[in-house]
């Protein structure tokens, strides 16, 4: 079953904050794949899915260590290879 973390309007909400340039969208190189690979087969039994997988990769390539979200069992559970953990915002 499909879990619901954020009502239709904030998700929307995000999404205009995008399209307004609000924030920067950063695209996904090859690198960042194999690396969302390596996290899914090693979170396998949580899971991990390729989303947050793509989070976890883009943060490390740009050594980012704050991450917006709302999904808190995947982020604090992940260790990131370039830091202790990840700052979660809000």
Known sequence: MLE???????E?????????GQLELTAIDHGDLRRM??????YA???LGT???SVVA?????????VATV????FTAVR???????TLLP
Do not use: N
């Not at 995000?14 to 307004?20: A, K, M, Q, T, Y």
């Not at 690979?37 to 090693?42: P, S, T």
């Not at 999904?71 to 995947?74: A, C, F, L, V, Y």
């Open 71 to 74: 999904d808190r069992r995947h």
């Open 12 to 20: 929307a909400a995000f999404l205009d904050s995008v399209g307004v």
């Open 80 to 86: 990131p290879k370039h830091a202790k953990s990840f």
């Open 4 to 10: 619901r973390y954020l009502s239709p309007d904030a």
């Open 51 to 53: 989303v947050d997988a």
């Open 37 to 42: 690979a390596e996290l899914v087969r090693q």
């Open 58 to 66: 883009v943060s490390e390539r740009l050594g980012l260590t704050e």
């Open 45 to 47: 039994d949580f899971p």
